[in-house]
């Protein structure tokens, strides 16, 4: 099952890849349908979900690949993977919906994305650490394309940074596997074993040094502060399909990576470095915050508040790692907020991308100043817009808002000083209030004259994402019974 | 101990096969040469069934146990052969139909022969007819590419061949000095108590040979100009075969050395060289292929980690063998494409290829991105399993030293890569490429090659572990 819905859009990436009499039209559309296909067979997954025992993983699939290094193809799924499973599906869906305007060779961009798909899918059900890390280096592959292909400006500049960068971390992570390899006995690559086995655990500097190994890499991808340099140039140049599933799915591998790597196989060294990762955590959401207040284009604003948000994640999963005492009830509601942050994160900021793609699609530039009064000439744009602002910075009612109250409901209980990372969340509410008032509010002038509200492949698929996280924002229990028991197995796991 | 030649019945095949295609060539009419090539490819396929038969057999020795027939041997001569088949097919476009046609299969055969004697060696005196048999042909290989580049590369390559065949022997006689014999068993038996300073000079001596022929630091310094100089047809073939002989041949010799001299640690340190020199210099370059000879300078380095720790790592001769197995489909992709499109000399001429020939370019990505180890490639399988056994082997540094060298290498082929994909076409530029693209032609036997071989470096990935078994 598994498995179908990961190669299924490889397939048919080949397919389309390698049909070049296909029309335009067809190819389009068998993006759409494809990627539709996809998302219903996860929710058929889905259904026949049942938690599994803590520790294991749902819906298991294990063959041999290199027997050599025992590195298996083993998938699986469990509370903290199959949200962002379905997710990913959701996202890919919007954007093949959204891309049916798509005038650049849409064949070629179809087959690169339903490829990038099933990379971004195999990452999160892998079950095996060479698995994962052939999935992580593809998606960074694949993006690299993405940007220098369809990207403008100085999308090739971008894009080089954007790789080498991201390569860095991945190396890193190779390490830090390596590491883990090296040292668990029998030697093997496979997640739940090294789980179970926790190597490294007696010996705290070697520990140590692949936990900073696999946490740089992860730091890079998610990207926290000082890591996301790469960030915010890769998402100003990239089309905004690749900038929706750069923010909502790529750097979900990262805090994913976190949870599912790092925290449950090296817990001692994530213990002894828990504060740290709290603190990177608050620098990243407060610091990334400000930068954001600070910006002028649209779309490096939507993207530092990516790194705030990440920052959320980061500290609510350094915070699983305080062990003291009775807290940990408190932890496991913040390790609960993180993966829910991650889903509301990717819809959210998903959407508000798709958005800012249509500013650059009609007027050419994501210069708020160059904008005023959109609402008059836009008002289904304004509407979505303001609905997508409102869920990002957590107004009670959308996802973003379940997501936060959890992460500092639990972090303020286990560590009350992460209350500092508030400072947050309010100037996000002013940067989004501010980045609204200057586009969408006051006399219709500049770039806002004549410009065309949303055609409905825009508006349903940025429509869609925006009505899921309502959707989380009012009833979340569908989604938190998954993940709870999930995060509270992950709090078990850290405190060994 | 008996001499039990059929044993070498692949290395005959290759050398009778080259025997052939020489005298034939010189009774055949300049348009029916191409029956000689039907002939090496006949000697080359013979070559591979041999091998696999052989493989499927136990280890054992040929020549009074000069010669070891194990997996080691086993898997190098059929990298080695299908190799050079790949290299035959890039002829196809190249060779056809010249004057130097015939002669040039049978020193690629000739060569093939000597690197897999070499990777065979049990025995000084053998590794040094392999060495010669290797390196002559390779001098006159390149010589065949007339111009001013093909004379200076040939003379660059014969003198430092010379010079370190010199060496090579030097060590030799040294060796043997202290020994008493020649044979590998014997060596490892009697050197532990030879004195260290005249093991380690031995050992350095035979091991400059051997990186010659491997094109390794400190003896690399003919591969950029042969790879530059060099017509297509060749520059894959002497970046890609040699090293399959000199890598396995050094692995061998690795093993008879005595704990006494830190041969650990040097080879480590030769590692790091090449892959760091190889990388450093590539980065400048603007000519593809001698960008990509310096690239293989650098994955001599990479593919000398296992033997490092040989002895030390289960993983050590697996994982060596894998990695030339991926890096030898991989190169002779990438080096294909350069033949496909002859007349692109500069890095900036592939702009647009990929709107222009989509599955060249493709093949051209899977390429270099294989050579830096994207997975699902097959470097990617060798560079994952080399570092882990380096790590694995007690050099964690080995690992990292292969981990950061990847990251810079991604940077060169990324130069490469870039304009090729890139998005944007410019102005009069554009015009002036589109006028050109119209008129320019890829040739269809390189350009299947480099898909034929990009699509297997994937596949030698994907079934990494179905080829484990047969190798470990």
């Known amino acids: 099952m598994l498995s ?75 509370g903290l993977s199959l949200p962002l499973v379905a997710m990913t599906a959701v996202i890919f869906l919007a954007c093949a919906v959204y891309g049916l305007r798509e005038q650049d060779r849409p064949r070629l961009q179809a087959a690169l994305f339903l490829f990038l798909q099933s990379v971004s899918l195999g990452l999160f059900v892998s079950a095996d650490l060479i698995l994962f890390f052939v999935f992580f280096d593809l998606a960074i592959v694949g993006m690299y394309f993405v940007i220098a292909g369809w990207g403008h400006e100085n999308s090739a500049r971008s894009a080089l940074k954007f790789f080498l960068y991201t390569f860095l971390g991945s190396l890193a992570l190779l390490a830090g596997f390596i590491g883990l390899y090296v040292a ?37 991808k998610t990207p926290t502060v000082p890591f996301h340099t790469w960030l915010p140039p890769a998402h100003t140049d990239a089309p905004a399909v690749g900038s929706a599933v750069l923010a909502a799915v790529l750097l979900k591998m990262g805090t994913y990576g976190f949870i599912r790597i790092a925290m449950p196989m090296l817990p001692a060294a994530w213990r002894s470095w828990a504060w ?136 303020i209980a286990a560590a009350p000083v992460t209350a500092v990372a508030l400072v947050g969340i309010l100037i996000t509410a002013g940067l989004f209030l501010m980045a609204l008032q200057r586009i969408f509010t006051g006399e219709t002038a500049g770039a806002s004259v004549g410009f065309p509200d949303l055609h409905w492949t825009e508006s349903s698929s940025v429509g869609a994402l925006l009505l899921l996280s309502l959707a989380i924002g009012v009833l979340p229990r569908f989604l938190l019974d998954v993940i709870e028991p999930a995060a509270r197995t992950a709090v078990v796991l850290v405190g060994r | ?158 003198l430092m061949g010379a010079l370190f065949g ?21 060596l490892a038996a009697t050197l532990a108590d030879a004195p260290p300073a005249a093991v380690g000079a031995g050992l350095l001596g035979v091991l400059a040979g051997l990186l010659f022929e491997a094109g390794g630091v400190p003896a690399h310094f003919w591969v950029p100009d042969a790879a530059q100089g060099s017509s297509g047809t060749v520059a894959a073939f002497l970046t890609t075969v040699p090293k399959i002989g000199a890598l396995v041949g050094i692995y061998r010799l690795a093993l008879a050395m005595p704990d006494t001299v830190a041969w650990p640690l040097l080879v480590a340190l030769l590692a790091i060289a090449s892959m760091t020199l190889g990388n450093l210099a590539a980065y400048a370059q603007q000519d593809p292929r001698r960008l990509l000879g310096w690239s293989t300078v650098s994955q001599v380095g990479f593919l000398l980690v296992p033997v490092a720790v040989a002895g030390r790592a289960s993983l050590a001769l697996p994982s060596l063998l894998l ?132 699509l297997l470096s994937i596949a030698l990935g994907l079934s990494a572990g179905l080829i484990w078994q047969a190798i470990d």
């Open chain 2, 166 to 186: 010199i060496v090579l022997m030097l060590g030799v006689t040294i060796l043997y000095a202290v020994s008493g014999s020649t044979l590998y068993p014997d």
């Open chain 2, 1 to 158: 101990m008996q001499m039990r030649p059929l044993l070498m019945l692949p290395e005959m095949l290759l050398f009778v096969g080259g025997l052939v295609a020489l005298l034939g060539g010189s009774f055949l009419a300049r348009d029916r040469q191409w029956v000689t090539r039907v002939v090496a490819v006949l000697a080359l396929v013979g070559s591979i069934v041999a091998s696999v038969f052989a493989l499927a057999g136990d280890p054992t020795t040929a020549f009074e146990g000069t010669f070891a027939v194990d997996t080691g041997t086993g898997v190098a001569r059929i990298v080695a052969a299908a190799g050079t088949l790949l290299v035959l097919a890039l002829a196809g476009d190249e060779l056809a139909g010249t004057a130097r046609e015939s002669e040039t299969y049978a020193l690629l055969l000739f060569s093939t022969t000597g690197t897999l004697v070499l990777a065979g060696a049990q025995d000084l005196i053998v590794l040094m007819t392999g060495f010669l048999l290797a390196s002559i042909p390779l001098y006159a290989l390149i010589g065949l590419a007339r111009g001013p580049r093909g004379a200076e590369a040939a003379m660059k390559a014969y």
């Open chain 1, 4 to 78: 179908l819905i990961v190669f299924l859009p490889l397939a048919a990436a080949l397919v389309l890849g390698s049909a070049p009499r296909l029309g335009d039209t067809v190819a389009r559309w068998a993006w759409v349908v494809v990627a539709a296909v996809d998302l219903a067979l996860v929710l058929g997954a889905w259904a026949r979900y049942s938690t599994p025992e803590p520790g294991g993983l749902a819906l298991e699939v294990k063959a041999r690949w290199i027997p050599g290094v025992d590195s298996s193809y083993h998938v699986g799924v469990d």
């Open chain 1, 184 to 220: 668990a006995s029998p030697h093997t690559f496979d997640m739940v074993e090294l789980t179970r086995a926790m190597p490294l655990s007696g010996r705290p500097v070697a520990g140590g040094l692949v936990l900073a190994a696999i946490l740089l890499g992860l730091a890079v």
């Open chain 2, 323 to 454: 990695y030339l197995a991926g890096y030898t489909v991989t190169n002779i992709a990438a080096f294909a494409v350069t033949c496909a499109l002859p007349r692109r000399r500069e890095l900036a001429a592939y702009r647009g290829l990929s709107r222009e020939r989509p599955w060249l370019a493709l093949a051209l990505a899977v390429a270099l991105l294989g050579l830096v180890g994207t997975p699902p490639t097959a470097v990617f399988v060798g560079k994952l399993t080399t570092a882990t056994a380096a790590w694995d082997g007690g050099m964690a540094w080995l690992a990292v030293a292969v981990l950061v060298n990847t990251l810079v290498s991604l940077f060169y082929y990324l130069r490469w890569i870039a304009p090729a994909f890139s998005s944007v076409d410019r102005g009069q530029d554009a015009e002036a490429r589109a006028g050109q693209a119209a008129t320019e032609v890829a040739l269809r036997w390189s350009a299947r090659t480099a898909q034929g071989a990009a």
């Open chain 1, 276 to 411: 740290a990762i709290v603190v990177v955590g608050v620098v990243s959401v407060v610091y990334a915050a400000l930068v954001a207040l600070a910006q002028t284009n649209l779309k490096r604003m939507v993207a530092y508040t990516s790194v705030n948000h990440m920052g959320y994640i980061v500290l609510a999963v350094g915070v699983a790692g305080l062990v003291a005492g009775d807290t940990a009830q408190a932890r496991s509601i913040a390790v609960t907020g993180a993966v829910t942050q991650m889903v509301s994160h990717g819809l959210v900021t998903g959407a508000l991308f798709l958005l800012a793609g249509v500013l650059h699609d009609r007027a050419g530039t994501y210069e708020m100043g160059a904008y005023g009064g959109l609402a008059g000439p836009a008002p289904r744009l304004a509407t979505l817009f303001a609905v997508g602002s409102f869920a990002s910075l957590g107004l009670p009612g959308l996802s973003g808002f379940i997501a936060e109250f959890q992460i500092f409901t639990g972090s």
